[in-house]
């Protein structure tokens, strides 16, 4: 019976050890590149004559006019257009978008439901109005005053795509809040921010990135997974658009405090991600033996797992009996504490944010129970569910 024991804990922590190397990989090339100094980049210039500001929503009358007015701020000292495209919705998200100043497109489209699907007709129609360059701002969030200026800059500097830092506009609401402020400072800070500074693509984070019009010539917006941003990434990646990191300015999105919204909001994000990496990496392997070398990040990060997984099956591969698998376990653990204090120091958190990784072993815990979830969430056509933010369910009693 030991002998057995034995043998299924070694089987159990090899197989951890290979499933997080990926991972730790891409942990160890973005923190590098994270804490680094910025790289300077210039590239061709444009003039950017008609700028778009895109807000997909679907049933957010009660915060669409703190993000229209927000970004009419930002368009103070850059003018843009805010226009909100009112999707499939069933509550006053119209009347309080054109409320805020905003210019409103109601779509009603029930067959073809989805962020993905808002956008794409965004894009199509402004563009075929005269935009040169979108932005595109989720509906629960408000930008920084800088926020258009900084990134039209970018891209007149030569940039095809831009994302700038997302980051949690309420991280004291709760622990848990508190938690995804640390997670996103390393996600949605770090991680681009050392992409950019090796060369690589940042990726696209799905809220608080813009696009020139000649790159969705080359690369249209075809996306409508549950995770569009990254399939879209992926897409530009393919068609050899790099996305290049604006660190000078930030979106702030209101992430949900407790109960159901938790939840739901990461089943959906990490399932949207498991089913990326069984549709893509396959085509990312086959380009990478084809020669095309720099599809070998996108992989990688593709293969990380949510943190809270990629420590717990470090953690198995720690408790292996074998020196060897220890040390692999040791020395990922070690670097995902490094990336975490890194992402922190570099993404402006403070002692809050160091004491709430004393939570992180129930972090753990709690994102291994919500596996069932995650699969299920793992679908290509879920529908556009808002997600309940922090203090609504008080609001509606």
Same mark, same amino acid.
């Given at each position: 019976?030991n002998?057995?024991?034995?043998? /299924?804990?070694m089987?159990?922590?090899?197989?951890?050890?290979?499933?997080?190397?990926?991972?730790?990989?891409?942990?160890?090339?973005?923190?590098?590149?994270?804490?680094?100094?910025? @790289?300077?980049?210039?590239?061709?210039r444009?003039?950017l004559?008609?700028l778009?500001?895109v !807000? *997909?929503?679907? &049933?957010?009358?009660?915060g669409?006019?703190?993000c229209?007015?927000?970004?009419?701020?930002?368009?103070?000292?850059?003018?843009a257009?805010? /226009?909100?495209i009112?999707?499939?919705?069933? &509550?006053q998200t119209?009347?309080?978008?054109?409320?805020?100043?905003?210019?409103v !497109?109601?779509r009603?489209?029930?067959?073809?439901? =989805?962020k993905?699907y808002?956008?794409?007709?965004?894009?199509? @129609?402004?563009?075929?109005?005269? #935009?040169?360059?979108l932005?595109?701002?989720?509906?629960d969030?408000?930008?920084a005053?800088?926020?258009?200026?900084?990134?039209?800059?970018?891209l007149?500097?030569?940039a095809?795509a831009v994302q700038?830092r997302?980051?949690?506009?309420?991280?004291?609401a709760s622990?848990r /809040?508190?938690?995804?402020?640390v997670?996103?400072? %390393?996600?949605?800070v770090?991680?681009p921010?050392?992409?950019?500074?090796w060369?690589?693509? %940042?990726?696209?984070?799905?809220?608080?990135?813009g696009?020139? #019009?000649n790159t969705l #010539?080359a690369? *249209?917006?075809?996306?409508?997974?549950?995770?569009?941003?990254?399939?879209?990434?992926l897409?530009?990646?393919?068609?050899?658009?790099d996305?290049?990191?604006?660190?000078?300015?930030?979106?702030?999105? &209101?992430m949900?405090?407790e109960?159901?919204?938790? @939840?739901?909001?990461?089943?959906?994000?990490?399932?949207?991600?498991?089913?990326?990496?069984?549709?893509?990496?396959?085509?990312?392997?086959?380009? !990478?033996?084809r =020669? @095309?070398?720099r599809?070998?990040?996108?992989?990688?990060?593709?293969?990380?797992?949510p943190?809270?997984?990629h420590?717990?099956?470090?953690?198995m591969?720690?408790?292996?009996?074998h020196?060897?698998?220890?040390?692999?376990?040791a020395?990922?653990l070690?670097?995902v504490?490094?990336h975490?204090v890194?992402?922190i120091a570099?993404?402006?958190?403070?002692?809050?944010?160091?004491?709430?990784?004393a939570?992180?072993?129930?972090?753990?815990?709690?994102?291994?129970?919500?596996? *069932?979830s995650?699969?299920?969430?793992?679908?290509?056509h879920?529908?556009?569910?808002?997600t309940e933010?922090a =203090?609504?369910?008080?609001?509606q009693?």
């Open positions: 019976m002998t057995t024991w034995a043998a /299924t804990r089987v159990l922590a090899v197989l951890a050890a290979f499933v997080t190397l990926p991972g730790t990989l891409e942990l160890l090339v973005v923190t590098l590149g994270g804490i680094l100094p910025r @790289r300077r980049t210039s590239g061709p444009r003039i004559r008609h778009a500001c !807000i *997909p929503a679907h &049933d957010e009358e009660h669409i006019a703190r229209v007015e927000s970004l009419n701020l930002a368009a103070m000292a850059r003018t257009e805010v /226009t909100v009112a999707d499939n919705c069933s &509550d119209a009347a309080a978008a054109r409320g805020a100043g905003a210019r !497109i109601e009603s489209d029930p067959s073809r439901r =989805g993905g808002a956008l794409e007709f965004a894009f199509e @129609r402004l563009i075929a109005e005269g #935009a040169d360059a932005f595109v701002v989720d509906a969030s408000r930008v005053p800088n926020f258009i200026a900084e990134m039209a800059a970018r007149e500097a030569g095809g700038c997302y980051l949690v506009a309420n991280p004291g622990l /809040t508190r938690m995804m402020n997670a996103l400072l %390393a996600f949605n770090l991680r921010r050392g992409r950019d500074r060369g690589l693509s %940042a990726g696209i984070l799905g809220n608080g990135f696009l020139a #019009a #010539a690369a *249209p917006y075809r996306a409508t997974s549950v995770v569009e941003d990254l399939e879209y990434h897409s530009l990646v393919g068609a050899g658009i996305v290049r990191f604006v660190d000078r300015t930030a979106v702030y999105g &209101d949900p405090a109960g159901k919204g938790v @939840r739901t909001q990461r089943a959906r994000w990490e399932g949207g991600r498991l089913l990326m990496i069984g549709a893509t990496a396959p085509k990312l392997v086959r380009g !990478i033996l =020669g @095309r070398g599809l070998v990040e996108p992989l990688l990060d593709l293969l990380l797992l943190l809270g997984l420590v717990g099956l470090l953690t591969a720690l408790a292996a009996p020196p060897g698998l220890r040390l692999c376990g020395a990922g070690t670097l504490g490094g975490v890194s992402a570099v993404g402006g958190g403070g002692w809050r944010d160091l004491a709430a990784l939570m992180a072993p129930f972090y753990v815990v709690w994102k291994i129970c919500m596996l *069932p995650i699969l299920r969430a793992s679908r290509r879920s529908p556009w569910v808002r933010r =203090g609504e369910r008080t609001q009693a």
